[in-house]
């Protein structure tokens, strides 16, 4: 708003009168002159009046400011049930935990123990699924540090559509959090997508990527399948996570035998009525959350987990080699692939743009030495200049690849090199020119097969296996399974 001007005086200083030569008269004058003063005079009065009044009402100025609230700070109208549908899926978005004075805690666990919404209901029938979680405390132990990277990110996704917190804990009833876990029924990642459901909430499958084990992408589409089936029946979270597990046609027959038979239709009328793996698996995530909630109660630790983010997601232009990528991230390959699980190769897909999620920390610095890259460093073109004390084998070990590649690629016939030779490091994962898939780079288990069988085959080492694919030890292999094997002659 523009300030007030003040033609003759400043606010808050008086005004000299001013003098008769200002106008052109004298003391001496004739009686027109006479009157020509006193109307001067008077007009004098009468300009200094109104420049006090002004400064005495513009002295102090109150100025009014109007900011927009944010959407996540507005107080929501109380919901009814006459709220039109739009008003009501806007409200869904904003629980009122979530738009509470009350402090953030510094543990993400009681972060999660605030959303519960799905404990009201639960009947005394989950003895069994607790019991086993009681007396597990490694188990408990394992989940919390599986979790950790990204328990963070899916219960922000989780509070954003305002859903019971309840639902951040479901990977560990399909997966324990394992981004590489694989089922014989071919469910794959975190959230255990069949391939046709994948498919359905746009997860790309191909031979280079595997949407459904992208964290990022594989979370949103979870949560769009889990508010589908939500909404798909009668808004009742326990029959949509039923249905996420046996399909929502397999609970709509339940729910209306059910009825017929002079029931609610609720979960636990219908629990008789579904699969096995069903009716155990309400009462498996009802027994973590159980437990989550009063864990001393229970007899179990939690080990505590900052209510911080742990990764971001970025967006890069252009291909990189996985290898390189960890690198400039300071990562190891072995965590690079376990926040970025979707790949199929140690290379990003020929098509782009690139989604990666890297550690909250590091991703300024990721971005800014990925632009410093030549394009056929992006690449995994790794040299390697030869200093005193290296041997082929240190260089191998080193890059995570053998003598056998490294004499391939550098035409070598016996393992002699000298100080300041310059060698191409092979790099798993890279295309020919054509751009066509790499040879002798995956394998896909069969049944029968064991990492002890394919590191002789693949004359790898078993730790070379596990760090490629991002293995615990001891992790069991499933039938149709890639792993991925750096180049070799096998036997």
């Not at 992208?214 to 089936?229: G, K």
């Not at 709509?252 to 069903?278: C, H, M, Q, Y």
């Not at 987990?305 to 996985?322: A, D, K, V």
């Not at 751009?435 to 394919?454: E, I, N």
Request: one cysteine or more; hydrophobic letters at 35%.
């Amino acid at each position: 708003m523009a300030a007030n001007l003040l033609p003759v005086a400043e606010c808050g200083r008086a005004a000299r009168p001013p003098r008769l030569k200002q106008f052109g008269l004298t003391r001496r004058t004739s009686s027109n002159s006479i009157e020509t003063m006193w109307h001067t005079k008077t007009i004098t009065t009468l300009i200094v009046v109104l420049l006090f009044a002004g400064c005495s009402q513009n002295h102090t100025r109150s100025v009014e400011l109007r900011l927009p609230v944010p959407p996540t700070l507005q107080t929501p109208a109380p919901q009814n049930e006459t709220a039109p549908p739009s008003q009501k899926a806007a409200l869904r978005r904003h629980p009122d935990h979530l738009l509470s004075n009350e402090a953030a805690p510094a543990d993400l666990w009681d972060r999660v123990r605030r959303g519960f919404r799905l404990l009201d209901n639960a009947p005394d029938t989950l003895p069994n699924s607790l019991s086993w979680y009681e007396q597990r405390q490694y188990h408990m132990d394992r989940v919390a540090e599986l979790s950790s990277p990204y328990l963070y990110f899916v219960l922000e996704e989780v509070e954003k559509r305002g859903m019971p917190s309840e639902i951040a804990l479901l990977p560990i009833v399909e997966s324990d959090y394992r981004p590489f876990a694989y089922s014989r029924s071919g469910a794959a990642g975190i959230w255990q997508f069949i391939p046709s459901t994948g498919k359905h909430y746009g997860l790309v499958q191909n031979a280079w990527y595997d949407g459904r084990r992208d964290i990022y992408t594989a979370t949103h589409a979870a949560l769009d399948f889990l508010q589908d089936l939500h909404d798909r029946l009668n808004n009742d979270w326990l029959l949509a996570l039923a249905a996420y597990n046996s399909g929502g046609t397999t609970v709509e027959r339940a729910v209306k035998t059910a009825r017929r038979n002079g029931k609610s239709g609720d979960f636990w009328s219908i629990r008789s009525l579904l699969p096995r793996e069903t009716r155990h698996y309400i009462p498996k995530l009802l027994a973590i959350s159980t437990i989550v909630k009063e864990p001393q109660r229970h007899n179990i630790v939690l080990k505590k987990i900052p209510n911080e983010p742990r990764i971001t997601h970025i967006t890069i232009e252009g291909r990189i080699s996985l290898q390189v990528a960890a690198r400039l991230a300071g990562l190891s390959i072995h965590d690079f692939r376990q926040l970025n699980p979707a790949f199929n190769y140690l290379m990003t897909p020929p098509d782009g743009p690139h989604h990666l999620m890297l550690p909250v920390d590091s991703a300024a610095s990721f971005k800014w030495r990925l632009a410093q890259l030549d394009p056929g460093e992006r690449l995994g073109q790794i040299t390697h200049t030869v200093s005193a004390g290296e041997s082929l084998s240190t260089i191998a070990s080193q890059y995570d690849t053998t003598v056998v590649a490294l004499k391939r690629a550098n035409d070598l016939r016996g393992s002699l090199i000298y100080v300041g030779d310059k060698l191409n490091i092979p790099v798993a994962g890279t295309t020919t020119p054509s751009g066509t898939l790499p040879a002798d780079t995956t394998h896909t288990v069969s049944d029968g097969d064991t990492l002890w069988g394919l590191a002789r085959r693949y004359r790898v080492t078993i730790s070379q296996l596990e760090k490629w694919n991002a293995l615990t030890t001891g992790q069991p292999l499933m039938p149709g399974q890639q792993l991925i094997v750096l180049p070799r002659n096998p036997i």
